[in-house]
């Protein structure tokens, strides 16, 4: 079974597939009338991205710690520089925890991947070795799946709409910037602390509001007031805020400022 992340996909597989631009056209209809209803949802993996798991666990009332520890597995891989999270199947099964008789019963808040399926993207570095640097879709057919037998038909500017992916596509985006930076390239060694950091902020993001909201941080940080209601009260906010601050303190770009107060405080102390 193909894996279900169509963020990142080996070069080779991509390559071997028609690009598509936001306007082609495909035919596609998955629904309870084809036989082969449910079975893309066995024994595949799939990537979660941090908004999948922010609308994952609001979807099923639980804190994003107990979504981590209930529902998803981390991969390891010698070639996995920063922790990756994974939907647990089912261990009698296989299927997807989230199959019932009638379908997926999260199907509103299904993951990106399999709001994207049959279509796939291209990562920045795989669109600028395959199509001097265009982003590009391609459909991810599989002998399985009967649905590319319907006579619906999209353009991949309709799919994008009707699986409502336009929030999830902004957050997977900068989700994706973020696992590709090239710090996770020429780093000789990441410091555990950093990577407990990534998890985080990436995944657990419930602990990482308590972190921002039940520590200093915010008077050690100037984050203005508007924008820190918006991160209590939004998890869309608060993911973007959290990648900021992966920026800041793991990659060293400078998008954060101390509070002058609070300079003006630590010199007093220093005196």
Not at 77 to 83: E, G, Q, T, V, Y
Not at 143 to 166: I, M, P, R
Request: hydrophobic share 40%.
């Amino acid at each position: 079974m193909f894996d279900k992340n169509p963020r990142v996909l080996n070069e080779e597989l991509i390559a071997s597939y028609p690009k598509l631009d936001k306007n082609a056209k495909f035919k596609f209809h998955c629904h309870p009338g084809v036989e082969c209803f449910n079975k893309c949802c066995n024994n595949v993996n799939i990537f979660l991205t941090p908004y999948d798991i922010a609308r994952l666990r609001k979807a099923l009332g639980i804190t994003s710690s107990e979504f981590l520890a209930k529902y998803t597995i981390l991969p390891i891989a010698s070639n996995l520089r920063h922790p990756i999270v994974m939907l647990k199947m089912d261990d009698r099964t296989l299927d997807c925890p989230f199959l019932g008789e009638n379908g997926c019963a999260v199907y509103q808040d299904r993951p990106w991947s399999c709001r994207m399926f049959p279509l796939g993207v291209a990562s920045p570095n795989e669109a600028e070795k395959l199509n001097n640097g265009e982003e590009f879709y391609f459909l991810i057919k599989e002998d399985v799946c009967k649905g590319f037998e319907e006579d619906k038909e999209w353009t991949v500017d309709e799919w994008f709409d009707d699986q409502n992916l336009s929030e999830y596509q902004e957050l997977g985006e900068l989700f994706k910037e973020i696992s590709l930076h090239k710090f996770f390239v020429t780093a000789r060694a990441i410091e555990p602390v950093k990577l407990e950091m990534f998890y985080m902020v990436c995944y657990d993001i419930d602990k990482f509001r308590k972190f921002l909201f039940d520590s200093t941080f915010f008077k050690r940080f100037d984050v203005d007031d508007e924008r820190k209601e918006k991160i209590r009260t939004d998890d869309a906010e608060l993911i973007r805020f959290g990648f900021e601050w992966l920026r800041f303190s793991i990659f060293g770009e400078k998008l954060f400022n101390l509070r002058k107060d609070y300079l003006d405080l630590d010199k007093h102390k220093v005196k």
